[in-house]
């Protein structure tokens, strides 16, 4: 449990923090809160020489609007999204998501921008801003360039940024009006989702049905085209392959999908 050795340096600055990405390269990783990068480093699944602070980056920690959008720094910690009241009012899933990530400690010290640059299906905001079709924004040594959620998650902890650019924000539309709901089947209250459904109006995203964070299509057309939400929940695992794992089996999980996005659907209709 103790980590290869590494260097350490803290980033005031995104410009400082890329600056020292470009200079270092692969060698180089970032340290937002720690949460998953730090336990991997000590199990040496990963064994960065030079680990890059961005924690100390304020200029990167807010919620605001921007015409149609609502827009989250990356640094955002998940206990500060909870509770924030421009987030509830236009983006009511993300704040109640970042509300049941983990536990206090880990709602304390991990950011939304490190979970979605992590890229764990298992993960609760990734599916989140999948299901409202938002927008990542990354700054490099190019500039800045905004990708897709759709298309940001290539694979398990896999994502389509480069080594040496760093994801700055978050954007979704405001959701005002738009019926949201979530739901998570874990083992005990603080664990990682064994499925979870994230919907937000007509969309539909499911929580480790797969390598990503994936859009349950087959219920999203259901309901377009007027099925009911019993209907189109039981269309949720449809296409999904899920391997077997030590607490569910690939028919229990894909059990699971059904039922969770039925009761996401029916949360969702009461709601926004
Ligand atoms: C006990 C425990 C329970 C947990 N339970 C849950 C849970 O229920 N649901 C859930 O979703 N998650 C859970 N997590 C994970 C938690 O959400 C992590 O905080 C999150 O996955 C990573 O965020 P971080 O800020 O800690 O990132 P870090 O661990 O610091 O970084 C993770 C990775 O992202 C990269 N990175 C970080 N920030 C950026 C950036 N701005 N730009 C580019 N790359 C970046 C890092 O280089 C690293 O590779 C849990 C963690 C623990 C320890």
Not at 34 to 61: F, T, W
Not at 203 to 230: K, Q
Request: contains cysteine.
């Amino acid at each position: 449990m103790i980590p290869a050795p590494f260097s350490y340096r803290r980033a005031a600055s995104v410009d400082e923090a890329l600056a020292v990405l470009t200079e270092h390269g692969d060698d180089a990783k970032l340290l937002a809160g720690g949460h998953s990068l730090l336990p991997l480093m000590k199990l040496r699944l990963a064994a960065p020489e030079l680990l890059v602070d961005i924690s100390p980056i304020d200029e990167l920690r807010y919620v605001r609007t921007d015409g149609d959008d609502v827009v989250i720094g990356a640094m955002s910690r998940y206990h500060d999204l909870q509770g924030d009241s421009v987030l509830r009012e236009h983006a009511p899933l993300l704040a109640h998501v970042s509300g049941v990530v983990g536990d206090q400690q880990v709602r304390h010290r991990g950011t939304i921008g490190g979970s979605i640059a992590h890229a764990d299906a298992a993960a609760d905001l990734p599916a989140a801003v999948l299901a409202c079709d938002g927008v990542l924004v990354a700054r490099g040594p190019k500039g800045e360039r905004r990708i897709p959620a759709a298309e940001f998650f290539v694979g398990p902890f896999t994502t389509s940024l480069e080594p040496d650019e760093l994801l700055t924000e978050i954007r979704v539309r405001k959701q005002d009006g738009t019926g949201w709901g979530f739901e998570k089947f874990t083992r005990r209250a603080i664990d990682w989702a064994i499925v979870g459904v994230a919907v937000a109006g007509g969309s539909v995203a499911l929580i480790n049905m797969a390598g990503t964070p994936i859009r349950a299509t087959a219920t999203e057309e259901a309901l377009a085209g007027g099925a009911s939400n019993a209907e189109a929940a039981r269309l949720a695992a449809e296409g999904t392959n899920p391997p077997d794992e030590a607490h569910a089996s690939s028919r229990y999980r894909q059990h699971l999908a059904k039922v969770l996005a039925e009761r996401a659907l029916v949360q969702a209709a009461t709601r926004g």
